[in-house]
């Protein structure tokens, strides 16, 4: 990869607006090619992958002694914006011998146009509704006659004969060449003798095996229309995984189950549910445990021993046995005097490590598990609670100085995030919950990639969701804008309740939503105020249940023999 402008230039290459090359990607140096965005081939700089891909398949020819030739390519593009869907193919420059097709539906908010030169399409723009897009590119780049069909040619694929056709017959009529993912420039024909040539039958494998759907995902539904076609039926993208070995039935339906039987214990779910395991095991025990907390708030008691580590003993276990613990700061504000308590405490106890955490809390390393109560008793003096870092759970509420201090601030974002936190503490969810509210949208407080972040703007609050800043990078989709704190507040706690319900244990939210649909998400919290309440209601019920310290349960002597250090025998006693 060569740099443009300078590194080029220096060197003695022709240099244009890119790095000039031929139709084999040679520069006019006969030593040198170059490839990608800085590369320009006969006038063109290409900005998007497919491009750049055909490009490397000539260069990779001609570099093992072939001939191929790269002749350009006819690029599309799709917008990843979230809440906007624009595609654009080809050529818009108006002429006297081009002509239009325009649909527009502003209150559906949709527009196409296609511009067309001798019954030609030359260019397409798609807004709002763009499953047509691949059909009109390949329609373009093939060069078909469409005066046959013009009447509904704006309708798209599926209207030509006058009616819809099913979708999957117009995947079907698809030629080989016609290109699916526009991201990674793959094609009809490629994925389907993928998916024969390898035996495929998962998305996942069909991504890892052509690229297809790999990248911005638009082109999904494409790419498992093709994995119906080819495979028939032995392809079942509902297809059921257990839970566990111990069951034949998946999170949903043993979710389903609880509440349709009225199942209120472990031992219930598992008889009624005919587990093949009489105890169950590692995986399905916290699940059900989860389950039974959320559904029956105010019946079902916690089975501490379903329970893994962390959550058994309120602190996160180190690589070397001892713990880490990280009291509450809500909203990540403190004071001198919780400063001193924990400087005390860090000191009397010996603790070899103070860290600050990402979601703005101070964890201190290395306390041995017998002190932990002891530490507990301290911090609660100074007024700290736990701070769930180790729950499945609310954990943060990640907040900058907002309008109180920052000359941009638009809300008081700290004072917000504390009253979300003071709210939300305690609650158990699916997996871990960390929330962030930003004063303005330069985003100090990172809230774009939260599971549930809020933007504040002039006009109110821009409730985000289903972002992930860990294993996945992902930021969060929009759930809606809202004028008042109070209204903020009732969205995201309906929100995080519709989780609670919905998600499998250990599914982080952003799975969750992409499971069953951003917009099914906000038909329901933002455009259903019903059901957004009876969310909310059952939150605030099961939060009368669950906002108990369990640090100062601790404290009083609840589960002490978990921290009790275990017998030191000496040899003689052992061999006694
Ligand atoms: C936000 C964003 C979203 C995009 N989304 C899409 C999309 O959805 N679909 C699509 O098709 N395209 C998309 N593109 C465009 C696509 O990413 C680029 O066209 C493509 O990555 C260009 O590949 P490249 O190898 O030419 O350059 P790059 O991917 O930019 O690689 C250049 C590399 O050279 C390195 N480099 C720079 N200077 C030097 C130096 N002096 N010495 C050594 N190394 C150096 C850089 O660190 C970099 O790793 C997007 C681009 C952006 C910015
Ligand atoms: S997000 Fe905006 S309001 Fe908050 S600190 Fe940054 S600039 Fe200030």
Same mark, same amino acid.
């Not at 009397?348 to 109560?373: A, N, S, W, Y």
């Not at 008042?484 to 939503?513: F, N």
């Given at each position: 990869?060569?740099?443009?402008?300078?590194?080029?230039?220096?060197?003695?290459?022709?240099?244009?607006?890119?790095?000039?090359?031929?139709?084999?990607?040679?520069?006019?140096?006969?030593?040198?090619?170059?490839?990608?965005?800085?590369?320009?081939?006969?006038?063109?700089?290409?900005?998007?992958?497919?491009?750049?891909?055909?490009?490397?398949?000539?260069?990779?020819?001609?570099?093992?002694?072939?001939?191929?030739?790269?002749?350009?390519?006819?690029?599309?593009?799709?917008?990843?914006?979230?809440?906007?869907?624009?595609?654009?193919?080809?050529?818009?420059?108006?002429?006297?011998?081009?002509?239009? @097709?325009?649909?527009?539906?502003?209150?559906?908010?949709?527009?196409?146009?296609?511009?067309?030169?001798?019954?030609?399409? @030359?260019?397409?723009?798609?807004?709002?509704?763009?499953?047509?897009?691949?059909?009109?590119?390949?329609?373009?780049?093939?060069?078909?006659?469409?005066?046959?069909?013009?009447?509904?040619?704006?309708?798209?694929?599926?209207?030509?004969?006058? !009616?819809?056709?099913?979708?999957?017959?117009?995947?079907?009529?698809?030629?080989?060449?016609?290109?699916?993912?526009?991201?990674?420039?793959?094609?009809?024909?490629?994925?389907?003798?993928?998916?024969?040539?390898?035996?495929?039958?998962?998305?996942?494998?069909?991504?890892?095996?052509?690229?297809?759907?790999?990248?911005?995902?638009?082109?999904?539904?494409?790419?498992?229309?093709?994995?119906?076609?080819?495979?028939?039926?032995?392809?079942?993208?509902?297809?059921?995984?257990?839970?566990?070995?111990?069951?034949?039935?998946?999170?949903?339906?043993?979710?389903?189950?609880?509440?349709?039987?009225?199942?209120?214990? @472990?031992?219930?779910?598992?008889?009624?549910?005919?587990?093949?395991?009489?105890?169950?095991?590692?995986?399905?025990?916290?699940?059900?445990?989860?389950?039974?907390?959320?559904?029956?708030?105010?019946?079902?008691?916690?089975?501490?021993?379903?329970?893994? @580590?962390?959550?058994?003993?309120?602190?996160?276990?180190?690589?070397?046995?001892?713990?880490?613990?990280?009291?509450?700061?809500?909203?990540?504000?403190?004071?001198?005097?919780?400063?001193?308590?924990?400087?005390?405490?860090?000191?009397?106890?010996?603790?070899?490590?103070?860290?600050?955490?990402?979601?703005?809390?101070?964890?201190?390393?290395?306390?041995?598990?017998?002190?932990?109560?002891?530490?507990?008793?301290?911090?609660?003096?100074?007024?700290?609670?736990?701070?769930?870092?180790?729950?499945?759970?609310?954990?943060?509420?990640?907040?900058?100085?907002? !309008?109180?201090?920052?000359?941009?601030?638009?809300?008081?974002?700290?004072?917000?995030?504390?009253?979300?936190?003071?709210?939300?503490?305690?609650?158990?969810?699916?997996?871990?919950?960390?929330?962030?509210?930003?004063?303005?949208?330069?985003?100090?407080?990172?809230?774009?990639?939260?599971?549930?972040?809020?933007?504040?703007?002039?006009?109110?609050?821009?409730?985000?969701?289903?972002?992930?800043?860990?294993?996945?990078?992902?930021?969060?989709?929009?759930?809606?804008?809202?004028?008042?704190?109070?209204?903020?507040?009732?969205?995201?706690?309906?929100?995080?309740?519709?989780?609670?319900?919905?998600?499998?244990?250990?599914?982080?939210?952003?799975?969750?939503?992409?499971?069953?649909?951003?917009?099914?998400?906000?038909?329901?919290?933002?455009?259903?105020?019903?059901?957004?309440?009876?969310?909310?209601?059952?939150?605030?019920?099961?939060?009368?249940?669950?906002?108990?310290?369990?640090?100062?349960?601790?404290?009083?002597?609840?589960?002490?023999?978990?921290?009790?250090?275990?017998?030191?025998?000496?040899?003689?006693?052992?061999?006694?």
């Amino acid at each position: 990869m060569i740099v443009p402008s300078s590194l080029a230039r220096d060197a003695g290459i022709a240099v244009n607006r890119g790095i000039v090359v031929d139709d084999g990607m040679m520069t006019s140096d006969p030593n040198v090619f170059s490839l990608g965005e800085c590369a320009e081939h006969r006038g063109i700089c290409y900005g998007l992958v497919a491009p750049l891909y055909e490009a490397a398949r000539v260069l990779a020819d001609r570099l093992i002694g072939g001939t191929s030739e790269y002749h350009g390519s006819v690029v599309n593009t799709k917008l990843k914006v979230t809440g906007i869907n624009l595609f654009s193919a080809g050529d818009f420059a108006e002429a006297p011998d081009r002509e239009e @097709i325009v649909l527009r539906d502003a209150s559906a908010g949709i527009y196409k146009r296609l511009v067309l030169k001798d019954n030609r399409i @030359i260019g397409a723009v798609l807004y709002g509704e763009t499953a047509d897009g691949s059909w009109f590119f390949d329609l373009m780049k093939r060069g078909i006659d469409i005066s046959q069909m013009r009447d509904t040619l704006i309708f798209g694929q599926s209207y030509q004969g006058g !009616s819809p056709l099913d979708p999957m017959a117009a995947v079907a009529a698809l030629p080989d060449d016609a290109e699916i993912c526009g991201c990674n420039g793959v094609c009809k024909g490629k994925i389907t003798t993928t998916i024969t040539g390898k035996g495929l039958t998962s998305l996942d494998d069909v991504r890892a095996h052509t690229k297809a759907s790999a990248s911005c995902g638009s082109c999904t539904g494409l790419v498992e229309q093709l994995m119906a076609l080819t495979l028939g039926d032995a392809y079942n993208p509902a297809a059921v995984t257990p839970m566990c070995t111990c069951t034949e039935l998946g999170h949903d339906d043993v979710r389903r189950l609880i509440k349709a039987k009225g199942l209120k214990t @472990i031992p219930a779910v598992m008889q009624e549910l005919e587990w093949k395991t009489s105890c169950g095991c590692a995986k399905c025990r916290p699940a059900l445990n989860y389950y039974l907390v959320c559904d029956w708030p105010d019946e079902y008691a916690d089975d501490y021993q379903s329970r893994y @580590i962390n959550e058994r003993v309120h602190a996160n276990i180190q690589k070397d046995g001892t713990y880490s613990v990280v009291p509450r700061m809500w909203g990540g504000v403190t004071n001198a005097a919780e400063l001193r308590a924990i400087a005390d405490v860090v000191d009397k106890f010996e603790i070899p490590m103070v860290k600050v955490t990402g979601g703005q809390r101070i964890d201190l390393l290395g306390v041995e598990k017998e002190d932990l109560p002891a530490v507990w008793a301290d911090l609660g003096k100074a007024g700290f609670i736990s701070g769930q870092a180790y729950a499945k759970g609310l954990r943060t509420v990640k907040t900058c100085v907002g !309008s109180d201090w920052c000359r941009f601030g638009t809300q008081d974002s700290t004072g917000f995030g504390i009253r979300v936190e003071k709210f939300m503490w305690g609650s158990w969810t699916p997996a871990k919950l960390k929330l962030a509210v930003s004063g303005c949208p330069r985003n100090c407080a990172e809230a774009t990639c939260k599971d549930i972040g809020v933007i504040c703007v002039d006009s109110g609050f821009e409730i985000h969701f289903a972002g992930a800043a860990g294993l996945d990078i992902k930021g969060t989709d929009v759930l809606g804008l809202v004028k008042t704190e109070d209204e903020a507040l009732e969205h995201i706690v309906a929100l995080t309740q519709m989780y609670r319900e919905q998600g499998r244990y250990l599914e982080r939210i952003y799975k969750w939503a992409k499971r069953i649909g951003h917009d099914e998400i906000r038909r329901q919290i933002m455009g259903d105020p019903e059901k957004r309440r009876a969310y909310y209601d059952r939150f605030v019920f099961s939060q009368t249940f669950a906002q108990v310290d369990p640090w100062s349960e601790r404290v009083s002597g609840k589960d002490k023999h978990e921290f009790k250090p275990m017998a030191t025998i000496s040899y003689n006693q052992a061999a006694e």
